[in-house]
């Protein structure tokens, strides 16, 4: 079954970017206070789900990251199947979906993705998380 963008698109609303916010995917992933983070942790879990059903249904996983830090400071990345780093390519669309300011812009932006990255979004698609 395809991508389902109107369930995609009501889902993104239950989690709006702050508009006061710009996110930057970096080696770290999306590092910033906790309280920032709930609309990359949707969005990064699509395009998790993207990147599964490019790489062949391969879990790709989400880590949520704190390590040595003060408690609210956190951050989401994503891990390839191997245990990479997300391919450098792949920070740009993080940083994007992050960053749509609305749902309209945050489907879009997926659509553009799944054009320009060829994906069959009728591939299931799994995650690890950690």
């Known amino acids: 079954m395809p991508l389902d963008y ?16 710009q ?9 910033t206070l906790g309280d920032r983070l709930d609309s990359v942790v949707f969005r990064i879990g699509i395009l998790a789900a ?18 040595h830090n003060p408690e609210q400071d956190n951050g989401v ?4 199947p191997r245990g990479e780093m ?3 390519s792949w920070e740009a669309h993080a ?5 749509a300011r609305n749902s309209t812009e945050f489907i879009n932006s997926v659509q553009q993705i799944v054009e320009s990255q060829n994906i ?11």
Not at 6 to 21: F, G, I, L
Not at 95 to 99: F, G, K, P, S, V
Request: proline share 5%; hydrophobic share 35%; net charge positive.
């Open 50 to 67: 993207l990147r599964s059903m490019k790489h062949n249904s391969y879990a790709i996983g989400i880590m949520i990251t704190a390590s």
């Open 6 to 21: 109107t369930v995609v698109a009501e889902a993104s609303d239950k989690h709006p970017k702050p508009t006061y916010y």
């Open 95 to 99: 940083t994007t979906l992050a960053n």
């Open 23 to 31: 996110y930057q995917y970096g080696t770290a992933g999306f590092r």
């Open 77 to 80: 990345k994503l891990v390839d």
């Open 120 to 130: 069959d979004t009728s591939r299931p698609a799994h995650s690890a998380t950690d």
């Open 86 to 88: 997300l391919e450098a």
